[in-house]
């Protein structure tokens, strides 16, 4: 009997190629490709997506790419490790040009007049670059001039850089803080939690012919979780890995030993994101960002909720992985975004149904005031600028909550003293368990 067989499968599950009919749409995977459908719409659209290796970016792009509608014209790059002249060859050999042998000047005008040939045919391009943490400098700004060019009316290419973590910390350069500014959305995909990856394992069980949820044991999945910290390509290495071990015995489903000796024979240690290290760096950081904005959620003149964030990105929407959560049919699941940073904060309409308004005038992007109000469905969002009104009554109450500045500064310190010899010590469960209840 054969391994798809003994399982009652009608494909291999866990493969490693990406296959955008596994996609298993998370909380976090969802959101990422709306930001990546949201440069369809928008004119200037530019969005950068980062992930761990093996978190399913490829697939998402895949994925994204095989819904594109008939007036879409993209290129993917995937070979990164180019010199700007050889990057503009790679695209426009992508878009189906011969552009060997020309000097740079040339590339540029081919590629300037293939944009505005498409956008009088009412087409829209798309650049996707995917490995994109592997772009040179010269090559990042090489992108950030061709994002800038235009017709009269606008932008004429849309772009998406997809990569690893280490292209947020490219970006994150000085050198770059002109391409960063023409970045409409940034988003990065963690790992998993232990549900999703539950329901990981299923769906694409599901999608391989399975017809139950009772393939692998119940005990498995604390393990399944240990070893793979919730990355999809991790996941589908040690469940594929664990199937083989149960098939090899011949049982009828996987249990907590199949799991063991697929560890075993990959040679794995329990994976970093699991150890509680990860955990307690994201808690001392997160205790160390100081809110800079404060958003007032109403709704009939009653207030629903009063929330306060640092410097960053805020998403409002009926989708329940908005950091602005509103549930209402009169708001789109992503339907505005709240940027904040040194100049202040700005709000941007994700091309939601009903619109963004500030006071009574209908927005697209708008640079907010303290104590405007944005009105988006029949709700409304109150804006406290923190950084003008620390001063105020309101401020101080925030740090009399916590105690005085000085004892809050000292809570820190010790958070990091005592964090610091628990990593000397060595992590235990418990001391994960009491780090992120704090």
Sequence with gaps: MSYLAHFKLNEQPFRLTP???????????????????????????????????GSGKTTLLQSFLSEVDDDVVYAVV??????????????????????????????????????IEQYSNGKKVVLIVDEAQNL??????????????????????????????????????????????RVRLRFHIGPLDREEMRE????????????????????????????????????????????????????????????????????????????????????????????????????DGESLGMHQFPEGRVVAGRAPDNELYIKSKFVSRHHAQFVSDEKGCTVQDLNSTNGVFVGNRQVKSCLLEDGDVISIGIHEIVYTDLRKNKGTDASTAMVEDFGREEDLIEERASDEDAFEDQVDKGLDEDGDASAVSK
């Design 19 to 53: 296959d955008p009919s596994f996609v298993y749409w998370s909380k976090q995977h969802a959101r990422a490709k709306a930001y990546m459908e949201s440069t369809i719409w928008l004119a200037d659209g530019f969005v950068v997506i980062t992930g761990e290796i």
């Design 136 to 181: 040179s400098t010269k090559v990042l700004e090489e992108i950030r001039l061709l994002s800038g060019i235009e017709t009269h009316k606008e932008k004429v290419l849309r772009i998406i850089l997809a990569g690893q973590p280490e292209l947020k910390n490219s970006l994150d350069s000085p050198k770059l803080k002109q391409l960063v500014q």
């Design 78 to 115: 995937s070979q990164t490790q180019l010199s700007s002249t050889q990057f503009l060859q790679a695209v426009l050999t992508e878009f189906g040009f011969k552009p060997f042998n020309k000097q740079k000047v040339e590339l540029l005008d081919m590629l300037n007049m293939f944009l």
């Design 200 to 299: 990981y394992i299923e769906h694409r069980l599901a999608v391989a012919g399975r017809d139950d949820n009772e393939l692998f044991a119940e005990d498995t999945y604390d393990d399944l979780y240990r070893y793979t910290g919730g990355i999809p390509r991790l996941i589908n290495t040690l469940c594929d890995s664990a199937l083989l071990c149960a098939f090899a015995d011949e049982k009828p489903i996987v249990d907590a030993d199949d799991v063991r000796e697929a560890v075993n024979e990959l040679g794995w240690s329990e994976h970093p994101t699991t150890t509680g290290l990860y955990r307690q760096v994201a808690y001392i950081e997160q205790k160390h960002a100081d809110p800079v904005a404060q958003f007032e959620v109403r709704a």
